[in-house]
């Protein structure tokens, strides 16, 4: 075990505010203890975006330098008196023994008799640090891509064919007929649910926290989830039709009380009969949460008064039906923005789970989409659950699975999101296959799956919100050579925060171990 006196502090430094947002979100993500944009103490290590910055600091100690952009990236070469050169690529790391993550982008590779790389994978150099200096260059740009993955990926365009469907009356009922209409229904869409596409966001992060462990050595950080588990599982379902309501919903309902798992119920408050009495059964079930009014897809082009007064309509209605706060939300279509983050905020929910980490096919923009994270992350001060897993819909009604081959496949992936500790969202419709008396076993062994592994925390998403706004609140703090958390909540659970130091990183992923 590293003695508190053997860490050394991190300080991160940019001079731009999306360099300091994206820097400051892979530190909040892994929960290390850091320092922004301060004056460096003695012995730390500098992560920064700034070519100025690198240079400047790099007198006193060691330097991460990650260029914002080709140009950059050329100026730091040519500062450094090396080559560089820069290709779109495929790159994979390891996160643990067995589990990868990827990611395709532009990777900077530096060469001359000065570079010395540090850290190599699958030929593509990581890290390579200046000889003769203490600078350390990362290859790729993990400003600019954090914000095109995440921020980009959030923001949905609709295309030209949806907005032309969704203006007429009735509309809803002719999207999906459309969509199955297409190409799509192949295995070719499958083939893309990938670990490239379903979390290059998870890439990103391993680089960061491997450049640090590299650098500076171990490194303590909060774990995901509570002590003991190493992922975590919310069963989520939206009820469409009032068949799924009423027929559907029991059968699956049946499967998760026999295994005591409690899942979310999202329910459009307008589009058809509701009894107060089901609702509350829902909530005693799990939670009940707001699947739109009348969920004819055209929330996602309302203006921001309205998108604010249909939410707050859809909330409020539920909540005199169930008789409890309705916290959370799923946008029909998983329709998602930050304009939409921000008309729930103001409208009164805490969380939303609207974005696929990566989806086949998008019926609003039409194309494959995706936010490509397997973790939360805030937005606009709203809590974005992303729905890692595909839904039954996609991989039955668009891809033509059957339902236990679909099965199979979200449990294939469901392993690799356990691998790399995330969030596993499952979206079962209670109207779809699931619901169906004949594919009770189906659903059965999905969530068995979950349900017999003592590492998988299950939780609903509004107690998944909770459980991270007391992980994002707490801090790790060394003193009295101690690492422990320090949290402004006194509850039983920030109790369950695990501390954890990383202690190296290599062919088999990081070194953790819990303290
Ligand atoms: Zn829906």
Redesign the pocket.
């Known amino acids: 075990m590293a003695l508190v006196s053997e860490l050394h502090p991190v300080v991160l430094k940019a001079e731009t505010n999306e360099a300091s947002n994206a820097l400051q979100d892979y530190a909040e993500f892994w929960k290390i203890p850091y320092r922004l944009n301060l004056l460096e103490p003695k012995g730390s290590v500098l992560f920064t975006s700034d070519r100025a910055t690198a240079a400047q600091s790099s007198v006193h100690g060691p330097v991460i330098l990650t260029p914002v952009g080709r140009e950059e990236a050329q100026k730091t070469a040519s500062d450094a008196g090396v080559g560089v050169t820069s290709e779109n690529k495929l790159l994979r790391l390891p996160v643990r023994k067995g589990i990868t993550v990827s990611l395709r982008t532009n990777v900077y590779q530096y060469s001359g008799s000065r570079i010395e790389p540090l850290l190599v994978s699958e030929g593509t150099t990581i890290i390579s640090r200046i000889i003769g200096s203490n600078i350390h260059l990362v290859g790729l740009d993990l400003v600019t891509e954090y914000s095109r993955l995440v921020h980009g990926g959030f923001e949905e365009i609709p295309s030209r064919r949806f907005s032309l469907v969704a203006k007429l009356p009735f509309s809803y009922q002719s999207i999906p007929s459309f969509i199955r209409n297409r190409s799509f229904r192949t295995e070719k869409g499958l083939s893309g649910l990938t670990e490239e596409n379903l979390g290059p966001v998870e890439c990103l992060r391993t680089v960061f926290l491997a450049s640090l462990v590299r650098i500076a050595g171990p490194i303590p950080r909060i774990g995901f989830w509570r002590r003991g588990k190493a992922y975590a599982l919310s069963v989520t379902h939206?009820?469409?039709t009032q068949a799924g309501l009423e027929q559907g919903a029991k059968r699956l309902m049946e499967v998760e009380e026999t295994m005591n798992i409690r899942s979310t119920w999202?329910i459009?408050s307008d589009r058809y009969p509701l009894a107060s009495s089901t609702l509350i059964k829902f909530a005693g079930n799990g939670e009940v949460g707001g699947?739109?009014t009348r969920?004819d897809g055209r929330l996602i082009f309302l203006s921001v008064e309205e998108k604010k007064r249909r939410l707050a309509s859809c909330r409020g209605t539920l909540e005199r039906l169930v008789d409890q706060r309705i916290r959370g939300f799923?946008a029909?279509?998983l329709q998602h923005s930050a304009g939409l983050a921000e008309a729930l905020y103001n409208a009164g929910f805490e969380f939303d789970s609207s974005c696929p980490s990566w989806e086949i096919l998008s019926p609003t923009s039409l194309r494959s989409h995706g936010v490509g994270t397997i973790y939360p992350f805030y937005m606009r001060n709203i809590l974005e659950i992303p729905v890692s897993l595909p839904q039954d819909h996609q991989l039955i009604r668009v891809a033509g699975q059957k339902p236990s081959a679909a099965v199979d496949l979200l449990l294939k992936l469901a392993r690799w999101i356990r691998g790399v500790g995330g969030a596993c969202i499952l979206l079962i419709?209670p109207d779809y296959e699931f619901g169906e008396a004949e594919h009770k076993q189906d659903y059965e062994r999905l969530l068995e799956s979950f349900r017999s592994d003592q590492e998988c925390d299950i939780m609903t998403l509004g107690e998944m919100t909770e459980w991270w706004k007391v992980r994002k609140e707490a801090r790790i703090q060394m003193n009295d050579n101690k690492v422990s958390i320090i949290s402004p909540e006194r509850s039983d659970m920030s109790s369950e925060l695990q501390p954890q130091l990383v202690t190296g990183y290599g062919g088999d992923g990081f070194n953790v171990v819990n303290i």
């Open positions: 939206d009820v469409e999202n459009p699947h739109d969920h799923r029909p279509l419709h």
